[in-house]
């Protein structure tokens, strides 16, 4: 029987970003400038900016994967075996 685990991990990076406008503006501003440089690949986040759960520490969550139909789990190919 073929069980299917999902795996989740929550990455976060603090850009800081010097604007010359202040409030609104410049948040805006700044938010587009980080949001262009990540799809640039200027900011790329990897494992060393893994949040970790608050409650458990641990630094991902697995969990049953129930909203994909048991039937077509059984046509999957497994990536271990038990």
């Given at each position: ?14 850009v800081v ?66």
């Amino acid at each position: 029987m073929k069980q299917c685990i999902a795996v989740t991990e929550i990455l976060r990076r603090i850009v800081v970003v010097d604007t010359k406008e202040a409030g609104t503006d410049g948040l805006e501003n700044a938010i587009e400038r980080v949001k262009e440089a990540y799809k640039a690949q200027e900011v790329i986040l990897d494992a060393g900016d893994l949040v970790p759960d608050p409650v458990t520490g641990e630094p991902a969550c697995f969990c049953e994967a129930d909203w994909i139909d048991p039937d077509e789990i059984q046509e999957m190919d497994a990536d271990f075996t038990l």
